[in-house]
């Protein structure tokens, strides 16, 4: 009995000393991630200025959403820059990847090169990018004028309503797509070689290497990688914020900016801002779980 005693003592003790490593990260994360995310939830359904006393209004701010034209476009621009950004990036990521997979002079300089705009500082490099695709004297417009394109019909970038969301899809593009080499890099040098050596043998071309060979194999990276970037895509706020303030007009407004300046910036409305929260929430759960249906449905055709 003794012995038994000593045991099951051993055993408790054994399991304080694990929690004790895992409270401070479960503590932190139910204050400052699980409780912020129910209070929202709950906000959603209640009228508050951070002043006033907070009431209950049920459906209303979701019901006032039908009538707000700026959420309508944040909410279309929000899937025109996800459905934009995440294919260019999937093939941008994927090409370098490929290129620098294979044995070239300077690959792993140029791995750094590629990998640099993910790690740079977002202020700095968008500060350089205003600069560069400057509507007035920005070396793009320089460029194209000396190659001959007429001043008038030079684009304004992100002061143009029409260029406006072209230049922040560029500039994610080409800002992620180092991170996304970097994951594709991995991938591609845990593909088998002899599966490569058996389709020379078969006297497969590069093309259909790619095909029947890379892309089948990269599936499970690719599939991550889109989940990643939908996410990432759907909750963008400081792209937006650097660039164009979701300017011209409403042109690159996206969600997560027109919560931000619904809460902070318009009229302090926390209620109605997580009442949009709720919404992108719902959007990003969506996607989620069709992306994942349609790769369990592929994974066991």
């Known amino acids: 009995m003794k012995k038994r005693k000593s045991r099951i003592s051993r055993e408790t003790r054994n399991n304080l000393v694990a929690?004790?490593?895992?409270?401070?990260?479960?503590?932190?994360?139910?204050?400052?991630?699980?409780?912020?995310?129910?209070?929202?939830f709950t906000l959603a359904f209640m009228a508050w200025d951070g002043n006033n006393p907070i009431q209950f209004v049920g459906f209303e701010n979701f019901w006032a959403l039908k009538d707000d034209t700026r959420f309508k476009a944040a909410f279309i621009n929000t899937i025109v820059y996800a459905v934009t950004t995440v294919p260019l990036t999937l093939a941008a990521a994927l090409g370098l990847a490929i290129i620098l997979n294979q044995k070239v002079k300077g690959r792993d300089i140029f791995r750094t090169i590629g990998f640099f705009p993910y790690v740079a500082s977002l202020v700095a490099v968008a500060a350089v990018w205003n600069m560069i695709f400057s509507p007035g004297a920005?070396?793009?417009?320089?460029?194209?004028?000396?190659?001959?394109?007429?001043?008038?019909?030079?684009?304004?970038?992100?002061?143009?309503?029409?260029?406006?969301?072209?230049?922040?899809?560029?500039?994610?593009?080409?800002?992620?797509?180092?991170?996304?080499?970097v994951i594709y890099l991995a991938g591609l040098q845990g593909i088998p070689s002899d599966l490569y050596e058996a389709g020379n043998i078969d006297g497969a071309n590069a093309v259909q290497k790619f095909w029947y060979i890379t892309v089948p194999q990269l599936r499970p990276t690719t599939f991550f990688v889109v989940i990643m970037l939908t996410i990432n895509c759907f909750k963008v706020y400081d792209i937006i914020y650097m660039i164009t303030q979701g300017g011209p007009g409403t042109s690159t407004l996206v969600l997560v900016y027109h919560i931000y300046q619904t809460a902070f910036v318009t009229g302090s409305n926390y209620g109605y801002a997580s009442a949009i929260s709720m919404i992108l929430f719902l959007m990003v759960l969506l996607v989620t779980i069709v992306q994942f249906k349609g790769e369990r449905k592929y994974a066991n055709s």
């Open 19 to 40: 929690y004790s490593f895992i409270a401070p990260n479960l503590i932190g994360f139910c204050i400052f991630t699980l409780g912020p995310i129910i209070f929202a």
């Open 138 to 181: 920005g070396v793009v417009n320089v460029l194209l004028t000396n190659l001959g394109v007429a001043r008038e019909y030079l684009p304004k970038w992100a002061a143009d309503p029409d260029w406006a969301m072209f230049t922040v899809v560029f500039f994610s593009v080409w800002k992620s797509m180092g991170y996304y080499m």
